[in-house]
């Protein structure tokens, strides 16, 4: 776990600003665990045990137990689980050893991240389950907490979803309201394409937008709110020229249906919008 990284990720940073925000750093008597501080002794040590209380797909313990090594450099950390596994309830994720304090201050932003990003895995494991063996491909969107991104897109992966557009910058997609401005589909995708833009996602609501879509230059469309028909017939009209992804109206109960049309790709939004965190505990014991 040590060699454990994200592209694009600084982990330090995250680790250390997240434990300044709990600790009230740059606020009024700020800067410090006053309740550790007051009541353990700084000599005090500590051994933990974290547990995941239901089933889940595992996500984010190396940046928990970064929480911890920030600080006290010194603990001993035993991450007993692997990232993506899925583990039952009462399943030891990880054990510690070190500096009363430390973990004390550390555990909430700990257990939080490794909360949310497991909710996330976990979360994103159902619906590949429910999409069933079509062969289409799960994909999250960027429908995530600002500052979170790169986490959450971390825990879709974990899940077994692919990562859609990272942001703004790694390819064009052209909605509705881009549409709108440009007048109709295809100008909206010629602009793009005379832009230099390799990358083009251009979202179509209806079946006659998809051959003007194509013809301008679309490499890869988006089936926004169709039903499961309007779906197999995009598909059959779009015959593999590009990729097909279906958005919109997507939850555990439709996406087998939806993903059984022929569509390359499902997204799914509420993979990170919505996602309940897994219940995971850390119990201490003094040493």
């Known amino acids: 776990m040590s060699n454990w990284h994200i592209e694009g990720f600084d982990l330090d940073r995250f680790v250390r600003a997240t434990l300044d925000e709990d600790l009230g750093v740059g606020a009024p008597g700020g800067g410090r665990d006053v309740t550790a501080q007051s009541v353990i002794p700084a000599e005090a040590r500590f051994s933990g045990v974290m547990d995941s209380r239901d089933p889940i797909v595992v996500a984010g313990l190396p940046v928990a137990a970064a929480f911890f090594h920030m600080l006290d450099p010194d603990m001993t950390i035993e991450i007993l689980v692997g990232e993506g596994e899925e583990v039952s309830g009462g399943t030891d994720l990880m054990r510690l050893s070190g500096n009363a304090r430390a ?11 490794v909360q949310h990003l497991s ?6 494991r159902q619906y590949v389950a429910a999409m069933g063996d079509a062969g289409a491909v799960l994909l999250d969107t960027r429908k995530t907490i600002p500052g979170l991104r790169r986490l959450e897109k971390y825990a879709t992966r974990m899940g ?7 942001g703004l910058w790694d390819a064009a997609m052209i909605k509705d309201n881009h549409i709108l401005v ?8 010629r602009r ?3 832009a230099g833009v390799k990358d083009i996602i ?5 079946i006659d937008q998809i051959e003007p879509a194509l013809e301008a230059g679309a490499s890869h469309l988006l089936l926004d709110n169709m039903a499961p028909q309007t779906l197999r017939e995009a598909v059959a009209l779009v015959a593999g020229r590009v990729p097909c992804e279906a958005s919109g109206g997507v939850n555990l109960q439709t ?6 049309t022929g569509v390359d790709f499902v997204s799914v939004g509420r993979l990170t919008q919505s996602a309940p965190a897994a219940d995971i505990g850390l119990d201490f014991t003094p040493l």
């Not at 077994?160 to 990272?166: D, V, W």
């Not at 251009?202 to 209806?206: A, F, G, H, L, Y």
Request: glycine content about 10%; charged content about 20%; aromatic content about 0%.
């Open 103 to 113: 973990m004390l201050t550390a555990e909430r932003s700990a257990l939080n991240t």
């Open 119 to 124: 909710g996330i895995a976990t979360t994103t």
């Open 160 to 166: 077994g979803a692919r990562n859609h557009r990272m």
């Open 182 to 189: 440009a007048g109709n589909v295809g100008e909206a995708v």
């Open 192 to 194: 793009a394409r005379d």
């Open 202 to 206: 251009c979202e179509v609501d209806r």
């Open 255 to 260: 996406i087998g249906a939806i993903a059984a």
